[in-house]
């Protein structure tokens, strides 16, 4: 076992035909090996699917948003019941988002200011006031292994000058982040680990400023924010072989947002570790299923009388015990099991795709692997 105290990351191989390495993160709760998808759980739960299932679909480590845990059921009340894991039962490393996204999602609800963010709840209307020492105050109750800065998420398009304030005001509200994660008196542990978010929209020479003003401040790991968000696929490689070389080789590289098969292998060629996304969760519950051979939507008529499991190289649950025919009948007699069964399917395509993409740089054939999946899963249904 590899030896070294929390928060560092340790990189175990570098691929030798392109950017893609074999890391490990070590956290309070547990060793990561990365390269590494996290599940989405934005109230602290993937939905419809028990922790357990969740273990022994091999998740190491689930997303949580602080923004919506801070509204309901509280900080304070998951502190008390001894934190997020403690609360939900899962015991494994987590990370909570420090609510910048809603900021960006959420528009109708926020007004920005230098010092933070006023926003509604959605849930009843009542005002708040977010500011980066409360933001890591909250997710230091939450009791996250790794928490992120608050920042400013910007749209896509967005003018140059907006997105260059956004920059700024992302490094300032960084400043002060960390400075609270290391004098906040609840948490004296050091158990947790901080990341820094770098912003700046499609602009290659923002995102580079942010990079070196990141570095400057010393996070324990970083994060690419902004990105997935409705801009072209060639902007945001772009971005990324402006900034992951800039990166130091000995902290973890996150990419927030993105997570389809397709990215999940480009991305990881480029050098990212991390990597987080709905598309496994959200889509199971609209029907879509992530296969060896495709993705496809059950909801199909097509598949009626279709008495194969969803993937023929899967052994989950759902593709051991159900069929194609079966899981259409539960959708169209609106029967909420569907939503848990795709859901559960798709996160374990997720997490073997991710064994799949490390034991390929284990033995240094990544671009062979990439090519032979992508060649199938493009065959679709």
């Not at 900034?243 to 990215?263: C, F, H, Q, W």
């Amino acid at each position: 076992m590899i030896s070294y105290k929390c928060g560092n990351f340790c990189l175990v191989k570098n691929s030798s035909e392109c950017k893609a390495r074999l890391g490990q993160i070590n956290t309070a709760r547990g060793f990561i090996d990365t390269p590494v998808f996290m599940p989405v759980g934005t109230y602290g739960t993937i939905k419809g699917i028990p922790c357990c299932l969740l273990r022994d679909a091999k998740v190491q480590i689930m997303l949580a948003n602080s923004y919506h845990l801070y509204l309901r059921p509280g900080a304070d009340y998951i502190k008390k019941s001894g934190g997020i894991q403690q609360f939900n039962s899962w015991h494994k490393p987590m990370l909570t988002d420090s609510g910048g996204f809603q900021i960006f999602s959420l528009q109708n609800f926020t007004k920005v200011y230098d010092d933070g963010v006023e926003f509604k709840s959605p849930i009843n209307g009542e005002k708040h006031f977010f500011y980066p020492e409360k933001s890591i105050r909250i997710q230091k109750d939450i009791g996250a292994d790794i928490i992120m800065c608050l920042d400013e998420c910007t749209t896509y398009p967005v003018d140059y000058n907006i997105a260059k304030n956004s920059v700024d005001l992302s490094i300032k509200w960084a400043k002060r982040c960390h400075h609270e994660f290391y004098t906040y008196s609840s948490m004296t542990d050091n158990t947790q680990i901080l990341f820094g978010i770098i912003q700046g929209s499609i602009y290659n020479d923002l995102r580079i400023q942010s990079t070196y003003e990141m570095l400057d401040i010393n996070f324990d790991g970083y994060a690419i924010g902004g990105l997935s968000v409705g801009e072209p696929k060639h902007y945001m490689y772009s971005v990324l072989q402006s900034v992951l070389p800039i990166l130091p080789t000995n902290k973890a590289r996150y990419l927030m947002g993105v997570g389809s098969p397709e990215d999940l292998w480009k991305c990881v060629e480029l050098g990212v570790d991390m990597f987080d996304c709905v598309i496994p969760t959200r889509n199971g519950r609209n029907g879509q299923v992530l296969t060896s051979i495709g993705k496809f939507n059950i909801k199909n008529s097509k598949f009626k009388n279709d008495y194969n499991s969803l993937d023929p190289n899967c052994t989950c649950l759902t593709c051991n015990e159900y069929s194609r025919a079966y899981l259409n009948y539960l959708i169209k007699s609106h029967d909420i099991l569907y939503m848990s069964l795709l859901s559960l399917h798709n996160i374990h395509f997720m997490m073997n795709l991710m064994h799949t993409i490390r034991e390929a740089l284990k033995l240094d054939i990544f671009i062979q692997e990439k090519e032979k999946f992508l060649k199938q899963y493009n065959v679709g249904e």
